[in-house]
């Protein structure tokens, strides 16, 4: 498949734990990656293969991958984490894709 | 501090042409291999082309192959995208985005540009 799905919305109050999913069976075999976009700037890496968070990205952001599935997880959700988040892979013949992206509504 | 800068968009009929150009700075160019990037307006990201440092490996979406070609000058930082036979779909802010490996699909995109905007309209 050269697909990556996403929920379309996810909506948390502050403080809860938000979680992102991402499916595809490209995932089994690559890492999977995700992005945070917030309105009218460019999307920022917040997680790489798999369960790694970059320097200067919150601890409340992890993620987990399991099969084909794999989740992005904000503990403790911030106002200021409302945004686009989107997962990126390849799939087994090098061809890049990225989920369609789910808006995350955190109030 | 890396920093992209995309340059070169604009409104342009269907069936004509574009050329992109991104400058870079803040890090070694021609270690890295170069991506475009694009969303159309109020939709998600789509890969568009990638660049191996020295100019191998490129790829293209499907939905542009045989229409753009990528290209890059390491001696100048600039990456470049041309775009023949503009279609209204291709209507979209591109973005130049800098890989984590040399070539080839693996790694990640670490940095990105603020973008272009393309309106292909009559």
């Known amino acids: 498949s050269s697909e990556l799905t996403q929920p379309p919305s996810v909506s948390v109050s502050p403080g809860q734990t938000a979680r992102i999913t991402c499916s595809g069976s490209a995932l089994t075999r690559k890492y999977g990656y995700w992005y945070q976009q917030k309105s009218g700037q460019a999307p920022v890496l917040v997680i790489y293969?798999?369960?790694k968070r970059p320097a200067g990205i919150p601890e409340r952001f992890s993620g987990s991958f399991s099969g084909t599935l794999i989740t992005l997880i904000i503990s403790g959700a911030h106002v200021e984490d409302e945004g686009d988040y989107y997962c990126y892979s390849t799939n087994n013949t090098g061809y890049r894709m990225f989920g369609g992206g789910t808006r995350l509504t955190v109030l | 501090e890396m920093q992209l800068v995309e340059s070169g968009g604009g409104l342009v009929r269907p069936g004509r042409s574009l050329r992109l150009s991104c400058v870079v700075s803040?890090?070694?160019?021609?270690?890295?291999?170069m991506h475009w990037v694009r969303q159309a307006p109020g939709k998600g990201l789509e890969w568009v082309a990638g660049?191996?440092?020295?100019?191998?490996?490129?790829e293209y979406a499907d939905s542009v192959k045989g229409r753009f070609t990528i290209s890059r000058d390491n001696a100048k930082n600039s990456l470049f995208l041309q775009m023949n036979s503009l279609k209204p779909e291709d209507t979209a802010l591109y973005f130049c985005v800098k890989s984590t490996v040399t070539t080839g699909p693996e790694g990640w995109f670490d940095s990105w540009g603020q973008g272009t905007l393309v309106t292909v309209s009559s």
């Open positions: 803040g890090f070694i160019f021609d270690d890295y291999a």
């Open positions: 660049i191996g440092w020295n100019s191998d490996n490129i």
């Open positions: 293969e798999g369960d």
